[in-house]
């Protein structure tokens, strides 16, 4: 049972382009949607944040947007560089950080 | 900063083999999780530990067991190991609130 959906499983995008990443999701009782990122031989690292009660949630070139109505949370990436190839995984939980369920996960990889 | 630490970054064991998965965290951190990897399938949560001696199951607690003596660490035991337990392991900590914070992982694989 994959309560978070994530796609595309992988993403090849030009340096200096826009890199999104979508997720959806079925339990209206989440509260807490982290995206985290992961480089090859390290765990994943929380990455950027949002809570329902807003709409966008952005940290320099890193953006989330929210649709709460139909269940979805996506993370734009402006301006890519090849530093941003990476693994992300999107998640959701209840109650803050405990117990989150994530999503399948998304290869990312810019090409310079 | 944060540190949370597995014993091992490559593990290579025979079928039927018991196997030790040690994590450690230092920063006093109430909640700890063992999840695994897979390609396509993402994070799946095996079994997570809120207190010294709690444990609960995750989504994946088949073939796996755990254990939690001292707050900092926290164990995952395949009792008997089997192929289809190759995998990346990761561990993480974290307090009510807060995000979880991941070791490196261990990549384990049974032949």
């Known amino acids: 049972q994959q309560q978070v959906k994530q796609s595309p499983q992988s993403l090849i995008v030009q340096k200096g382009g826009i890199s999104i990443i979508n997720c959806a999701y079925e339990n209206t009782a989440f509260d807490y949607f982290p995206w985290y990122q992961q480089f090859p031989g390290k765990g994943p690292a929380l990455l950027i944040a949002i809570r329902p009660d807003v709409s966008e949630k952005k940290e320099g070139r890193f953006t989330i947007s929210f649709n709460k109505s139909a269940k979805q949370f996506s993370l734009h990436i402006m301006d890519s560089q090849p530093g941003d190839s990476a693994t992300y995984f999107c998640a959701a939980s209840i109650q803050g950080a405990q117990k989150l369920v994530f999503g399948q996960g998304t290869r990312l990889t810019i090409n310079p | 900063d944060v540190k949370v630490t597995q014993s091992s970054r490559y593990l290579v064991k025979r079928t039927g083999e018991k196997v030790f998965l040690e994590c450690v965290q230092d920063?006093?951190?109430?909640?700890m999780f063992w999840y695994r990897q897979d390609p396509g399938l993402g994070l799946r949560l095996i079994y997570f530990s809120y207190d010294v001696k709690m444990k609960e199951k995750g989504d994946i607690p088949e073939g796996y067991s755990v254990s939690r003596e001292k707050k900092e660490r926290f164990s995952l035991i395949l009792e008997s190991a089997s192929t289809n337990q190759t995998s990346m392991y990761l561990c993480?900590?974290?307090?009510?609130?807060?995000?979880?914070?991941f070791g490196p992982g261990t990549r384990l694989t049974v032949t």
């Open positions: 993480a900590s974290t307090i009510v609130g807060r995000e979880q914070y």
């Open positions: 920063m006093d951190h109430e909640n």
